[in-house]
């Protein structure tokens, strides 16, 4: 559900003229060399103070398959101390998925290909078209920039009451971004509220990554549908198929990796388990 955006930020987008960021793009900050890109993250103003960060989360997804009884898998992953879930992969019953985040994407290299080096992980036959990595990123409307670049992602794939999980990567047709702002605002506005709606029903809470040039198949983002039960995340996949960014603006979908978490980290900052 990338860049969602509600009906009283699409009406003031049409009172807007054309010119200007897209959703998600930040505009360039006072002070800026004229001829330097603008690589922070814009939120919403507080209090008529802008909020801006350099600091992002990278997440990563591993498959494998061939996988023994995972114990000595889990055990291992809890003995890392990386902010991890694995997953056990609904549609290969010897599958697994290991989910690993960070701010430093140093540490895909590092820690968590030590990780996935190890004697537990050495038997089993990894899944790299199943790959995704992506990472957070701001539209400029977040009331609480920090939370959404740093936590949000955390609570929700780490929540104890949220086991199931849909992860995919997706990328739009080129189309998509010569439309006007004001039409691109109407777009996100009908796809955002029907997620939205399910959040608000306690069905699912979503991540959403950009994945620009990290992806291997030059995919977009990567949308991640996670709850208490998997049947509201397949419908919520199926209700999406009728919004116009789905139906005229999607190139493509997938690989889907659906997963039953057998293992979270405690979420950063708590008591370890």
């Known amino acids: 559900m990338p860049d969602s955006i509600t009906p009283a930020e699409a009406a003031a987008a049409d009172r807007k003229p054309a010119a200007g960021p897209l959703p998600g ?23 008529g103070v802008p909020q801006t960060s350099t600091r992002r989360l990278f997440v ?16 291992e992953v809890r003995r890392s101390g990386l902010d991890a879930v694995v997953y056990a992969d609904l549609n290969d019953p010897r599958g697994i998925g290991v989910l690993l985040m960070s701010e430093d994407p ?9 990780l996935l080096s190890n004697v537990p992980f050495r038997s089993l036959t990894p ?15 977040e009331a609480d920039l920090d939370d959404f670049l740093l936590r949000k992602v955390p ?4 929540g104890p009451g949220h086991p199931w999980a849909v992860w995919y990567p997706l990328r739009r047709i080129g189309a998509f971004n010569q439309l006007p702002r004001a039409e691109q605002g109407r777009i996100l506005m009908e796809h955002g509220m029907l997620g939205r709606r399910y959040g608000e029903a306690g069905y699912a809470v979503d ?5 620009h040039g990290l992806d291997r198949d030059d995919n977009e983002f990567v949308i991640g549908l996670i709850g208490a039960e998997l049947y509201p995340l397949s419908r919520l996949v199926k209700d999406m198929r009728a919004t116009r960014q789905t139906s005229e603006f999607i190139q493509q979908m997938g690989p889907f990796f659906v997963g039953r978490a057998l293992y979270q980290s405690p979420l950063p900052g708590s008591p370890p388990v």
């Open 127 to 141: 899944r790299p078209e199943m790959t995704m990595i992506g990472r957070t990123y701001s539209s400029g409307r």
């Open 207 to 211: 991540v959403r990554l950009e994945c």
């Open 106 to 114: 140093a540490v895909f290299a590092g820690e968590g290909r030590e």
């Open 25 to 47: 793009v930040a505009p360039r900050g006072a002070g800026q060399d004229a001829g330097a890109p603008d690589l922070r993250e814009h939120g919403a103003p507080v209090r």
């Open 60 to 75: 990563q997804l591993h498959v494998f398959t061939e996988c023994p009884p995972p114990n000595g898998i889990i055990a």
């Open 155 to 158: 609570r929700n794939v780490l």
